[in-house]
């Protein structure tokens, strides 16, 4: 199914984990990708000498960075049809122990990075006339309170209200904007739990199909709201998290 044939991708946190999912799909879809990452070694990796991935190597969290990244983006292919805001990080630290380092950390990565690079590329497709499809990652923990990663959860909040005023801003220029919230899927930013029995077996208790979420379950839901098939939804955040809220 080539769903995405010819379209132009970005995706931040591109090198790993969601973003690296997101990139490989794609890529089967047909579409030509590129990928904003500090990671560059890994991107060049994972993705050196594909014709079809342009690696761009970029802190989101500057803000100049993205404002270059972007311009090379559309330098190399012209436009840019759909962004896959994804880049996130999480630092474990409870309130009372949060270093201001910590908490601007996560606040410059999980929403200055997101607000700068939507902003880029929805400039560009308002310039060129591109109907685009914006995504932006959220995260369950915007609205299920947990302990410990205390900058996270109300930086993921802030990325849900950022998706609402985009959709609506953007809606005048044919842009959709959408988030996906993912509960804890096996990547990198999950190993923590997952690698320490004691707390993967206390935590997969609240699971209610008692297990964690995989990369391929996100990616399903990322790329549906980037495609055609959610031509009439905006605005919205699609909790991809295996019930973990209900209890």
């Known amino acids: 199914m080539l769903r995405f044939e010819n379209k132009i991708i970005l995706i931040t946190g591109g090198a790993n984990g969601l973003g690296r999912g997101m990139a490989q799909r794609y890529l089967t879809e047909g579409a030509k990708v590129a990928l904003f990452d500090i990671e560059a070694d890994t991107m060049e990796e994972v993705f050196g000498g594909n014709p ?11 803000y100049d960075q993205v404002q270059e990244g972007v311009k090379k983006v559309i330098e190399h292919y012209g ?5 896959m805001n994804n880049a996130g990080i999480v630092h474990r630290q409870s309130f009372l122990d949060c270093t201001k380092e910590g908490w601007r950390d996560v606040m410059a990565t999980n929403l200055d990075g ?10 560009t497709m308002v310039e060129k006339g591109v109907k685009g ?9 915007s609205r299920k309170t947990i302990t410990n990663i205390t900058p996270y959860g109300p930086s993921k909040a802030a990325v849900k209200m950022l998706t609402q005023v985009m959709a609506l801003e953007l809606a005048q220029y044919g842009i959709h904007v959408n988030s ?6 096996k990547t990198r930013i999950a ?12 935590f997969l208790k609240k699971m209610p199909f008692g297990r964690y ?18 031509s009439f939804i905006t605005g ?5 998290e295996g019930g973990f809220s209900l209890p």
Do not use: K, W
């Open 52 to 62: 079809d991935v342009l690696c761009v190597p970029c802190d989101v969290r500057d």
């Open 79 to 83: 436009h840019i049809d759909i962004l």
């Open 114 to 123: 997101c607000f700068y690079v939507a902003q880029a590329v929805a400039r």
């Open 133 to 141: 499809n914006i995504v932006n990652t959220g995260s369950n923990s």
């Open 180 to 185: 996906v919230a993912p509960g804890t899927t």
């Open 191 to 202: 190993a923590g739990t997952i690698n320490d029995p004691e707390r993967s077996a206390n």
């Open 213 to 230: 979420g995989e990369i391929e379950e996100m990616v399903n839901v990322a790329l549906f709201l980037a495609s055609d098939e959610a």
């Open 236 to 240: 919205e955040t699609i909790y991809e």
